[in-house]
């Protein structure tokens, strides 16, 4: 039998689940991204809305964006946001990143054929200075 998601969580809920401090999802919340209920004596109790986005807004930084951007893409939270315009600016994001991760992929190539390259002329030298000992530990 599958288990039934609450549908109110306390802050500290919501912070041991995803690992976050209270302060951080208020700062959320101070943001706008996040729009909890206020109960009694003031107390913060948020939604299952408000779990959703939570988990979108650390998926989004996950994958590099600024709260600015994330704030593009979900809107606030207290206002109804046109999904297809939310969904576009998804995609432009997500594409922006993809091609800002394939230019640091193809320079830690380019790096890692630099440090290969030096350390083969590196021990190509210690054997030239008469060194036929190995380098402990040393990969090339």
Do not use: W
């Not at 590196?122 to 030239?128: G, N, P, S």
């Amino acid at each position: 039998m599958e288990k039934v998601k609450s549908s109110s969580y306390s802050i500290s809920q919501l912070a041991s689940e995803f690992s976050l401090s209270t302060r951080t999802i208020r700062f959320y919340e101070e943001k706008g991204l996040i729009k909890p209920e206020r109960g009694q004596g003031n107390q913060r109790t948020f939604g299952r809305r408000d779990r959703a986005r939570l988990k979108l807004i650390l998926r989004g930084k996950r994958f590099g964006m600024t709260l600015d951007q994330i704030v593009s893409i979900l809107g606030r939270a207290d206002l109804v946001i046109d999904e297809i315009e939310q969904i576009k600016q998804a995609i432009l994001y997500g594409q922006q990143y993809m091609e800002k991760i394939q230019r640091e992929k193809r320079e830690l190539e380019t790096m890692e054929r630099e440090l290969v390259e030096h350390g083969k002329k590196c021990l190509a030298r210690l054997r030239e200075l008469g060194c036929d000992k190995e380098v402990e530990g040393a990969r090339v």
